[in-house]
């Protein structure tokens, strides 16, 4: 009996230090997020309401927040979901909580964001049975995939009138204003740049084919270099980073929550001392100017009709009349901005769930993304796990940018999915003996 109670004990304390250093890395990371704001961030973009105007108790409100959503965030590691959950719980929620006391906004919209994450964590809790196809059609499906990507990326090349070498390094912005996309073209880059390159380049580098992580990561350079898009670039920056810390899967989380940290306090020192470069493209960019974002949908949709789902697809198979004359984010940017900034704000999926419904759309969204997590759970069962989070790890980021529809359509989770299913399945004959040849010359000893 005495044994018995000691092992309880020596299990309670494991787990009161694991949670004290998940707890140690977030306030981290919370204060890397903040030392960026108030040092570089607020002062440089202040005339775009990216102001430091810090409410105390909203802070012990964020703080509450924040510690309820880390003892409800999934632990299983043997699924991909949960790693993916980290990747998104961190560049999107962790950012709204801070930004929310910072610049002292609305408290209704982070408590339903709250509500929706913790409604994610326990959807992903949900076990799925497998979904698998014959060996013979995925090997065909997975090389004819594959082609398809290739032959995509020179015709988008070709489409775009080839390289702009001189342009994107003189003036990025000019050629991005210049770009020939539209319909298939537009489709056929999202698809290429956030959904096929990411998943041939992890899964060339688990099976060390440097050819073909050399070979994805070119293609991707030159959409770089035609289109101009710094997303293409800063993927596969991301794409190497989540790959090397998938290597140890029991030590991504600590790690990953030190590099976001890191990256956070190198900016802001860089920042200072020489450009705002690389703080633009992190600390800005990818974590303050989403989360202001979702509140700025949040102030424009609590005055405006919503819009019922009728800017996409949905609205046209129910024949639902969008009530703006432009795009959602444009009006959104002249109503924010008083006219003044006339860009394109895109918000994340849950923020857009509120333009569609309210509080009601983002539970819908919430829904949607913990279903495309289960989904990834029970197509990837047999495939290792840094396949599946390299592939979707950049998606997460997408989630940060668009609505779920969007996302899984235009930003290419269907076909991430459905080429995960492909490769799982060509694995789960390769666990059971059978010789499998997924790419030519290709054996399973490699």
Not at 10 to 22: C, D, H, N, V
Not at 24 to 34: A, D, E, R, V
Not at 137 to 147: G, H
Not at 240 to 264: C, D, Q, T, Y
Request: net charge positive.
């Amino acid at each position: 009996m005495s044994n018995f109670y000691k092992n309880i004990n020596w299990t309670i304390k494991i787990g009161s230090k694991e949670r004290q250093k998940k707890y140690l890395l977030f306030f981290i990371y919370i204060m890397s997020i903040c030392l960026a704001y108030i040092w570089v961030l607020s002062p440089t973009y202040s005339y775009s309401l990216l102001t430091y105007r810090p409410n105390t108790i909203k802070l012990c409100l964020s703080v509450v927040l924040i510690l309820i959503t880390l003892a409800f965030i999934p632990s299983d590691e043997d699924k991909p979901s949960t790693f993916l959950f980290y990747i998104y719980f961190s560049i999107t929620y962790i950012p709204t909580a801070t930004y929310y006391w910072l610049n002292d906004q609305p408290t209704p919209f982070i408590v339903y964001e709250t509500v929706c994450v913790l409604l994610i964590a326990f959807v992903v809790k949900w076990n799925a049975k497998p979904i698998q196809m014959s060996t013979n059609r995925a090997k065909v499906l997975i090389q004819l995939i594959f082609f398809i990507y290739i032959i995509s990326c020179i015709y988008l090349v070709l489409h775009n009138g080839g390289i702009h070498l001189n342009s994107i390094i003189s003036d990025i912005y000019s050629v991005r204003s210049e770009n020939n996309i539209s319909g298939l073209s537009g489709y056929l880059l999202n698809w290429c740049a956030k959904s096929f390159m990411p998943l041939f380049f992890v899964y060339f580098f688990i099976k060390r084919k440097w050819v073909g992580v050399f070979l994805t990561s070119v293609l991707q350079a030159i959409l770089f270099f035609s289109y101009g898009f710094k997303a293409f670039i800063v993927a596969v920056i991301m794409l190497i980073g989540v790959s090397a810390l998938m290597m140890h899967p029991e030590k991504f989380k600590e790690r990953w929550m030190i590099i976001l940290s890191f990256g956070n306090v190198i900016c802001t020192i860089f920042a200072k001392l020489f450009s705002l470069v690389f703080i633009n493209l992190y600390s800005y960019r990818t974590l303050i100017l989403p989360a202001q974002g979702q509140f700025e949908y949040y102030d424009f949709f609590t005055h405006h009709d919503f819009l019922y789902f009728s800017e996409g697809s949905i609205g046209k198979l129910f024949g639902i009349q969008y009530p703006y004359s432009e795009s959602i984010g444009r009006i959104v940017n002249y109503y924010i901005y008083s006219g003044t900034k006339i860009s394109n704000g895109n918000t994340g999926a849950l923020s857009y769930g509120f333009a569609d419904l309210g509080f009601g759309g983002m539970l819908l969204a919430a829904l949607a993304i913990g279903i495309v997590f289960v989904i990834v759970d029970s197509t990837t069962k047999n495939l290792p796990k840094l396949i599946t989070v390299g592939a979707m790890a950049y998606q997460m980021f997408i989630l940060n940018d668009n609505n779920i529809l969007i996302c899984i359509n235009t930003g290419g989770i269907f076909w991430t999915i459905i080429m995960l299913i492909i490769i799982s399945s060509l694995y789960s004959s390769i666990t059971q003996n059978q010789r499998v040849s997924i790419f030519p010359q290709e054996s399973v000893s490699d």
